[in-house]
């Protein structure tokens, strides 16, 4: 940026107008810094673009723009900081110039009078000031001598005396101990001060349970009445009226005879600390004052003696006459692994208590708000109540028991049992049921229990009815009034006779009585019904899925949750279910809505705020090239990776200040609006590193459930914290950039050249971590690249922190390295092993056959290649044979074409009459394949098991195919070799900081090279596999781009550093400084500025620790992939459809495969019942594995593509495809000896809509077949026994294909239909036979409506204006002729007047009964009114749903029956207002770049239907070209040019 000005500059040096930042909708002109490094606007940047590039103006270099254009050029942040700041710095001033006018205003007469003494005053003040800047150098040059001269002695001075009085204080403390423990072992004998009070205490605490009891059994009796009899009521009543024994209270107020005093005596000077005990006299610390001397002390044993008294008199219940109810209300049984709950029972019995009078009120009424105030205590502690959930139907709807009712439930089912007990509640012969009458139902675990009937199924009787006798039941739906399920109870009778029936009935049901009911009202139903606030399912389209409940279940299970009420929905309480954690280090409870929301099951109800975009930190300020800095080193990774921070100003103090000021306030802290329940990657937001320490951070992984990964954008350190922890950022606080920047050092490699060692990196951490230093950048990268620098140490030394290194040979310089490469390479040989090796060393290995072994050496050896030397290597033409991905693919040179072909030729000759052999084939063995009619050379990539089927890899491509055994021969020796060199993109690495490559990035890399001719340049030559590429390929225009620089820009790949070669200064040029000459010069300048920053860093700016690094060395291991599944012979076979995928491939299994999969599930859960230890892997060869599904199960699956911390699996017996974290995914097999039990299918003779399987195409075939058993008909089996078989499905004798074609998802090969003619379809199955009666049904009486009479247009070639009142495709639209259009009346009224008298009585009108196609109706609009239509079809059967066209504007509606009425016969005299017609001279392009496309015509896409949406907007005019058989016009603009033309000239239509 020195080139084009300071960073301060806000204008541009172009234009010379000021930068604007956006505002409303003004786009605003922002700066910004193009390759070279000079500034400007936006908008002259516009100006000088061409062909995307721009030419400087300034320097004239040529920068290539992104793929964004102009806005996708760097923004210049530090620029719109300033901007930034000074409007608000603007706005202040506005404020402040207000108030001063008005205070000017009201000072007017005094402002004239001293107008005269203005410039006098000027002129003593610019004196005065002249004055002050003398002074003020002078005290500066005070100050600095001062700073200087005391510093080394306040610090020497400050540690003497922190030493002296560490030690004081130790010895202070020695003593105070020794005190603190003899007085305490004095205190054995207090508790002899108070022994009296505790023989009360005990008296008091015996007469509490006597009491207890006595209240627990009277409330026992008031819920069960019969219990009376088991008791002596009036001993019960006795114990309960009895009165309060009379207690002293003010004897509590006595205390001991001892205190401890604390005296301190001149505390500004010295300290002299004074610890005595001592004796006082007994007081009464509650007497009244002036009466503490005449006050006369209780005697204790005569007050003992009255209350022993008092409790000989009052009566109490004799052991064995009170039922003992502690067993039932203890709460220590609760079915409960985690949580055990104490139920807590208080009520009121003063009523049971003869009124009180006298004193004895008074105190009773102090007794009664002191334990009011206690109840409205624990009312308010315990507004969360304990509960179990015992029924869910979704998050929505469940239900849940209060823990507290255990006790009632337990009583409730006991009596339940009583009465169920023999014959008790029996149901009679003449006994009917009712539905919503009550009943005993006999549950799973064989108990009785209260249900409400719902529905009643009598025999012979298809429908539900009201009211059945017992002897004709045939089944009955109930609902449990205190668990919530409801169940269905199928009644089987033995013989069908009354009498069985009844028998049956009793066996399951009893009915309640009146009596009974009475006897059961105080019972309240425990069973609540409860939803989750505010929670919606996660995909709305699909509601509650399977993965929502799985997740609901397994944190609540059948523990005990904390149940917070948050509001009431009709009959279901809103709440929000809490969980304690057990063996967990956290005690906080676990939300379940927060829990469903994060595992992404679930969705927070928020309103949709749409046309926002996110906010995003601006990018950190990188320094210019050969300047210096000082800088404070906050983060290291390693010498070569670790993050700065400019102290050049106070800005970052600033907000780190401002920061810690907002967020550690309990208003922000408590705010749900900034609480952040989902996190997402690369999302802005404040974090937490420490307590009450806030920071700017950025969401950068998601390791583990409730945790994130974050990145200090302020500091570069990472940290794993909990979601708790994350706050969201306010707009404020993204003014200033990221202020951490990511440096490495400049010159310097590791020392054995790879990776930086330990000791290396603690070096550098206690040489720079925290310190302030001095760095000089030495190279220009570009973002977010970390920039090269020489980092000094700021003291009077200012060593070179990289030659400190050196020194220690801790690293060392790249020009020795380079160097001892250079030596390397001179002795090696010039020619580069051959890329075919042939081997003539051992002659003896030859068949005896051969005679003269010389004469085919020398024939072989013209086929030998001998590449050329390293600075030859470079513009190779290759051509691309096989993409494994950017690091591993294969090239054939195609200047050895003519030897490959004679080494194909040799291959066959030598293997073409032989016969198979009996070989055993292992691993790394060469040999001769067939593979497509042709040998080549291969070779054996895995040693062969049980199966005849063989992995082998061409060398001459270098894939691999599958073959059998028989299509293998052994090779000879002296064709052993390879034609194909496998090469890698070694300057580019993956992005997401991943170690494999994404099928995006492998899928696109392999779109473009696959079988291509291009350019590589070997970098090194080198003996290992791949080999290190660059690789060039040719575009649509000729011109060579490298395949790397093109997968970086698309955002697929990263581009990795590039080392530099240091640059040699020789001390001895006198106009060469070094960076550290340079600091020397200028360090009397900069020393106050360094000390000032650096106490003010030390004093003030506090930022996060790094975290301790971690080596994790990944596992390397390798899979193959399971067993293929055994494929069935052709013919017809019966099979479950699984699962369909997005290719069109449908997974099904046989009833065969289904028994076999149970098998397998149940062994390998037998298997592996522990979770293995996580590590990582290197998941590049791992292709089977093993998947711990979310129920707790493990799955077979294969792994298709890794996608940063997810990876793509499919599950081998099932057929879908999930996306799901590493931590599920372990690479190992199991049951490795089981094949795949799950078959791939391809539907033969159907061509699918627009060529390819569209998703809605796909959807469709999801449900109609997955988890249907249909039946099939295999035509062809695949070659391969991992391909998918050829098959014809038939749903009920319906070809999959027809139905497809019906519904317009594809089309029937019209040659393969004839030949499906003779091909023998499976029989229909036997459906069963309804005997209907149309006995009694009455005929329609809907009129049968002919069709719509349709408008007159002007003849053809009249021009005339129309209004398009609807599209369907760009060429065909619905459109109405304004000129010449009159409003035809129909017996004196118009259409609209017609149509709002019917919508008056729209409710007359009986439904639509006819449902043919075309036939007219009334339809219902959103607008709630009824309009002319007519049917199209039937769209969905279940819920009915009908396609229907508004006949006068042309728009479809899909609505169910009871949104359509019959039209009268008067509106069909009415022609329809609209006129579909086909726009003459234009069609759908041939080839579209658009990849929306409109789903019911595929050929045109979204963007084109868009673009003739705001064509035909305005003043349009047509013209009629043809009417039969369809109407075509031209539509013409207010130009009298062809509205179309501006679609063509956009590449979305073509010319007809």
Known sequence: MEKNGSARDTACKLCKERFKLPENEDEGNLPRILACGHIYCTNCLLSIQSDNVIRCPGCQEESTLPAGGVFGLQEESSIIGVIYTAKINESYRRKNKLQESQENKMKEDETEKQAGDTAKADTIVGEALAEAAGNLSQLISVHEALTDGLTELLEAEKARLQMEISQAADKALCAIQKWKTVQLHELTELETQFFSSQQTVSHIQERIKSLKNAMQMAREIRRVPFLDQYCVLDKLLE???????????????????????????????????????????????????????????????????????????????KPSDIIDFSSLSSCSDLQSPDVIVEEVLEEEVEELVDPVTGPDRMSKKLRHQSKKRRHQSFKK??????????????????????????????????????????????????????SKSLVFVLSKERQWCRSRVVEILQQGNLEAVKICPVTQLAGVYVYSLDFGFCRRINIQSEDGTPESTLKAVNNQLRKICEDVKLELSGFVPQAIRCSLKDLVPYDLGKGWDNRALVAFRAITGSAALEMQPLGRDRDALLVDLRKIPVEQHSDVPISLREYLVFNEVARFYYPVITDRKPLLYYPPVYPRVNTELNVVVCHINSPGDFYVQAVDSMESLLLTTRLQDCYNTPAVLEDEELKVYCPEIGQPCVARFEENLWYRAQVIGCPRASKVEVLYVDFGNRKIIPVSDLRKIKNEFFTLPAMAIPCCLADVIPFDGETWSEVCTSRFISLTYQKLVLIFVTERVSRPAPIPVTVFESDGAQANIAEVLVKEELACCKDKMKTNKASLFDNDADIWDPVLEISSAKPSSYPSGKTDC????????????????????????????????????????????????????????ECELTEPQEVVWKADMFCAAYINGVWERGQICADLTSTDTAEVRRCDHGNTEKLHVSSLRPLPSSLIGSMSLECSLDDITPTGGQSVWTSTAIDLFSHYVSGAVALITIKEPTEERPVPVTLFCSNKIGQYVSMSDFLVHEGLALGKRKPRDPIIQKPEEKDVRSPTTKTQTNEKKNSSLSLLLKTSLEGTLTPPKPSPRRLNSTAKVKTSLYNAPQLPSPGHIQMTVTAVGDDGVIYGRSQDLECQLQQLCLRIQQTWKTLPEPKPYTWKSVLGCAVFGSDSLWYRGQILSVLGGNVEVQY??????????????????????????????????????????????????????????????????????????????????????EILSHHGHGSVDAAIAAEEEHTAIPPTPILDVWDITTEGLVETQEPMLGPFVSPNLPQEGDHFKVQVKHLCTPNEVFLWPLEGAVDTEVEGETLEEALFRINANISTLPPLTCFNSGYPCLAEYSDGKYYRAKLLQITSLEPVTLLVQHVDFGSDDALPPRKLRQMPADLLKFPTQVLKVRIAGLKAPTISQQKDVLPYSPGWSVAAAMEMIDLLHGSITATVVAREPDVVVQLYNKDGELVHLGLVNKGLAELE
């Open 1212 to 1297: 081998v017996d099932h057929g879908f495809v999930e996306n799901i974290p590493m931590a599920h995914v372990y690479p190992v097999l199991l049951c490795a000896d089981v094949p795949q039990l799950c078959i791939p299918c391809k539907l033969h003779g159907i061509n699918p809509l627009g060529g390819r399987w569209q998703e809605f195409t796909v959807a469709f075939l999801r449900e109609l077949l997955q988890n249907r058993f249909v039946d099939v008909q295999i035509l062809d089996l695949p070659a391969d026994p991992r391909g998918p078989l050829t098959v014809q499905i038939f749903l009920d004798g319906l070809n999959l294909n």
């Open 854 to 909: 010389r004469e085919q050496n020398k024939e072989l050896l013209d086929l030998q290649i001998h590449l050329r030397s390293p600075d030859q290597l470079k513009d190779l033409t290759v051509r691309i044979s096989h993409v494994c991905s950017p690091s591993s693919f294969y090239v054939q040179f195609t200047q050895y074409d003519a030897q490959l072909q004679r080494i194909c030729e040799k291959v066959r000759s």
């Open 239 to 317: 114990t309960l009226r009895a009165p309060v024994d009379s207690f002293d209270l003010k004897r509590i107020s006595l205390g001991s005879s001892m205190s401890c005093v604390f005296q301190e005596e001149n505390l500004d000077q010295s300290l002299s600390l004074s610890l005595k005990m001592e004796k006082r006299s007994l007081k009464l610390c509650g007497a009244v004052e002036g009466g503490c001397s005449g006050t006369k002390l209780p005697n204790f044993q005569e007050q003992d003696q009255e209350n022993l008294r008092s409790q000989s008199i009052t009566p109490s219940p």
């Open 381 to 434: 502690q315990h507004d969360s109540k304990w509960v179990v959930v015992s029924h869910i139907v979704s998050p929505a709807h469940f239900y849940v028991r209060h823990v507290a009712d255990k006790l009632e439930s337990e009583v409730l089912s006991k009596r339940i049992h009583n009465l169920c007990s023999g014959n008790g509640c029996s149901f009679a012969l003449g006994d009917s049921l009712e």
